[in-house]
């Protein structure tokens, strides 16, 4: 009885594995790695043909995001000019008078209100 | 029935087509494209087919999938049901990867820790990419996902730069198509098409 037990047993442990379909991927875990990108930078023209785009359309939206940019360019450029001019200007003229001094009736009631 | 050609730099993009998600959907447009993938999504193919083909036959010409599961939530509509089509797309994506002979890798990725392997716990064991629901975090999601050493490893600053360009650009892009939201066909298209123009451009710039 327990020697056909003990074989039984023997016999599940050496059991062949389940035949995995044709194909089948088994260097996939599930355990997430980084996936290496390959493949080069994609141009304009490989990223229109990805999304099967004529070339008129892809030249429009070229023309939106060029478009962008230049108004961005533009916007800049009056603040950089700005920056740019503070360095050289002529520093803002100052009154070369002395300030008026308080006097000290006018100090006292300042005190009183505060 | 013929088999889609494989696209080596496409990812198929699983997300909500939803209001609230308009900010991380254009994220992930964004953040792909700074990295040299596009973004593919259900939206771009003409209907006609069944859904379900469609959603196959896109996942099936794509390298990588990223299935976002952040929204799959009861929405108040009754009979109040939750949005099961991200997690179906998933299940999808993973026989996919199993079964196929091409390589096809898939991330999970979610805002908050422990929530989607509480909902699928046949899940346990994989590592999820959590983005906390912010532009900033899918952009890091995405770096983790995604490594690139040909041309240099895109930071998320950088990514955060074409992203801001591309929602700068939106307007106009809309003004163009005539389209009501983000999520239209043409919209979707222009949009990774405006996001290839950005990267090229700041690429010049940087360079």
């Known amino acids: ?114 | 029935v013929p088999k889609p050609r494989v696209e080596p730099d496409s990812v198929f993009l699983n997300v909500l087509y939803d209001l609230a998600f308009e900010r991380l959907y254009l994220a992930y447009i964004a953040g792909l494209s700074t990295l040299g993938l596009a973004a593919r999504a259900t939206l771009e193919i003409p209907g006609g087919e069944r859904r379900l083909d469609r959603v196959f036959t896109l996942l099936q010409s794509c390298t990588y999938s990223i299935h976002d599961l952040s929204r799959v939530q009861l929405n108040r509509t009754r009979p109040a049901t939750p949005r099961f089509n991200m997690p179906m797309e998933l299940g999808l994506a993973i026989a996919w990867s199993r079964l196929s002979h091409r390589k096809h890798s898939w991330f999970v990725f979610e805002t908050e820790q422990g929530r989607a392997l509480k909902s699928i716990s046949d899940l346990n064991g994989t590592d999820l990419n959590i983005h906390g629901g912010t532009v900033a975090g899918v952009m890091r999601e995405l770096c983790n996902a995604f490594v690139r050493r040909r041309g240099g490893q895109p930071n998320v600053p950088q990514m955060m730069r074409v992203y801001r360009k591309l929602r700068a650009a939106v307007p106009a892009i809309q003004r163009r198509t005539g389209a009501d939201s983000l999520f239209e066909s043409r919209m979707f298209i222009d949009l990774g098409l405006a996001a290839g123009k950005i990267v090229t451009s700041e690429r010049r710039t940087e360079s």
């Not at chain 1, 995995?20 to 141009?43: A, F, H, W």
């Not at chain 1, 429009?60 to 450029?77: G, Q």
């Not at chain 1, 603040?79 to 050289?88: E, G, L, Q």
């Open chain 1, 1 to 114: 009885m327990l020697r056909t037990i003990w074989r039984r047993l023997w016999s599940s442990e050496k059991a062949i594995p389940p035949q995995l379909p044709r194909g089948y991927n088994t260097e996939q875990t599930d355990m997430r790695k980084p996936v290496e990108i390959t493949t080069p930078y994609p141009s304009l023209e490989r990223v229109a043909s990805i999304y099967g785009v004529s070339k008129k359309r892809q030249a429009a939206i070229s023309e939106i995001v060029d478009a962008m940019y230049s108004k961005r360019r533009s916007t800049l450029s009056p603040d950089r000019n700005k920056h740019a001019s503070a360095k050289t200007a002529t520093p803002v003229s100052v009154d070369p008078r002395p300030l008026p001094k308080i006097k000290k009736r006018q100090r006292a009631k300042a005190k009183s209100r505060a």
